[in-house]
T-cell receptor, first 115, second 114 residues
Framework: DQQVKQNSPSLSVQEGRISILNCDYT??????FLWYKKYPAEGPTFLIS?????DKNEDGRFTVFLNKSAKHLSLHIVPSQPGDSAVYFC??????????????FGQGTILTVHP | NAGVMQNPRHLVRRRGQEARLRCSPM?????VYWYRQLPEEGLKFMVY????????ESGMPKERFSAEFPKEGPSILRIQQVVRGDSAAYFC????????????FGAGSRLTVL
C-alpha cells in the first residue's frame, strides 16, 4: 500500500531550465510534507518542507507547491544546476499526531541536469 | 559539529549470522529513528526510540529484528539469523528533544547477506 507515490522514476533537464518533480499521496491524515535529496553512498539531506496550512513555500531556487484537494505536491527547481543531479524523495508525516518524525517516503525520482 | 554517525558503513554477513548496526545521533539530539531502503525502493520507517524507550516500532519485522537506545552509548539495530532479503541500506536519523518533523540522516549502513 504505497501512500506516497512518485510516478516518474527519472527526469532529465538542461542546465538553467526548470525541474519539476511530482508527488502524490493518498492518506488524508498527512499534514506535513518534505523533500529530501540523496547523493549516492550518502544519507538523505533535507531540502524543503511545507505544512498543510500553506500551499507554497519557497527557499532560494527551490519552491514546493501543495494542492491538498488533489493530494499532490511538486518541487520546482529553477534554474537547475548540474550539482542538483541526485535522487529526490518526497516524504509525508502526520505532524499533528504523536508520530512526528515517522515519515512515509515515495520511491524517489532520479534527476539528471545536463550542462 | 558531527552529524549522525553510523557504523559500519558496509557489513557482509552469511545467512544465519547476526548483524549489529550502530548509530550515534547528532549532539543534542535524543530521538533516534531507523529506516530501511530496499533496492529500487524508498526509505521505510522501522522504529522510533528515545533514550531507554521504544516509542514506535510499528515498522519493525515481528521476528529477528530488535532495536535499543541505551542511556549511554549509541543506538543499536540488531538483526538475528540474517537472510538474503535483509540485504538493504539501513539509515539512522535523529531529531532534538523537542521533537521535529525534519530529520537529520546518517550516511547509512549497507548490509549484504551472502
Amino acid at each position: 500500500d504505497q501512500q506516497v507515490k512518485q510516478n516518474s522514476p527519472s527526469l532529465s533537464v538542461q542546465e538553467g531550465r526548470i525541474s519539476i518533480l511530482n508527488c502524490d499521496y493518498t492518506n488524508s491524515m498527512f499534514d506535513y510534507f518534505l523533500w529530501y535529496k540523496k547523493y549516492p553512498a550518502e544519507g538523505p539531506t533535507f531540502l524543503i518542507s511545507i505544512s498543510s496550512i500553506k500551499d507554497k513555500n519557497e527557499d532560494g531556487r527551490f519552491t514546493v507547491f501543495l494542492n491538498k484537494s488533489a493530494k499532490h505536491l511538486s518541487l520546482h527547481i529553477v534554474p537547475s544546476q548540474p550539482g542538483d543531479s541526485a535522487v529526490y524523495f518526497c516524504a509525508a508525516s502526520n505532524a499533528g499526531g504523536t508520530s512526528y518524525g515517522k515519515l512515509t517516503f515515495g520511491q524517489g525520482t532520479i534527476l539528471t541536469v545536463h550542462p | 559539529n558531527a552529524g549522525v554517525m553510523q557504523n559500519p558503513r558496509h557489513l557482509v554477513r552469511r545467512r544465519g549470522q547476526e548483524a549489529r548496526l550502530r548509530c550515534s545521533p547528532m549532539k543534542g539530539h535524543s530521538h533516534v529513528y531507523w529506516y530501511r531502503q530496499l533496492p529500487e525502493e524508498g526509505l521505510k520507517f522501522m522504529v522510533y526510540l528515545q533514550k531507554e524507550n521504544i516509542i514506535d516500532e510499528s515498522g519493525m519485522p515481528k521476528e529477528r529484528f530488535s532495536a535499543e537506545f541505551p542511556k549511554e552509548g549509541p543506538s543499536i539495530l540488531r538483526i538475528q539469523q540474517v537472510v538474503r532479503g535483509d540485504s538493504a541500506a539501513y539509515f539512522c536519523a535523529s531529531s532534538p528533544p523537542t521533537g521535529a518533523n525534519v530529520l537529520t540522516f546518517g550516511a547509512g549502513s549497507r548490509l549484504t547477506v551472502l
